[in-house]
Nanobody
Framework: QVQLVESGGGLVQAGGSLRLSCRAS????????MGWYRQAPGKQRELVAT???????NYADSVKGRFTISRDNAKNTMSLQMNSLKVEDTAVYYC????????????WGQGTQVTVSS
């Protein structure tokens, strides 16, 4: 089992910045890919960004150039630096990881609210 705890959400004005953090505990040696997802009211959960154990990253087109994902494998943490925030970035942001051989297992954090005001 892997437990994930997010922090860093809050209220910010459009154009501002926030930094989200995710801390993993438990069987962290089994973690492979880590990622951030978000879910806005009335919408499906969507991918924001992922990062592999080796540091390869992938971003949704909507956040490219504004968000930066990073991880520290030694500390079992992952971050999402969000700049130039837009009202449409408002959502609950979830930390996610795939673990085990063949990424068999998937774990989620409880989510953290990000609200961007106009």
């Amino acid at each position: 089992q892997v437990q994930l705890v997010e922090s860093g959400g809050g209220l910010v004005q459009a154009g501002g910045s926030l930094r989200l953090s995710c801390r993993a505990s438990g069987k962290t040696f089994s973690i492979n890919v880590m990622g951030w997802y978000r879910q806005a009211p009335g919408k499906q959960r969507e991918l924001v960004a992922t990062i592999s154990k080796g540091g390869s990253t992938n971003y949704a087109d909507s956040v490219k150039g504004r968000f930066t994902i990073s991880r520290d494998n030694a500390k079992n943490t992952m971050s999402l630096q969000m700049n130039s925030l837009k009202v449409e970035d408002t959502a609950v942001y979830y930390c996610e990881t795939k673990a085990g051989l063949g990424n068999t297992y998937e774990f989620w954090g409880q989510g953290t609210q990000v609200t961007v005001s106009s």
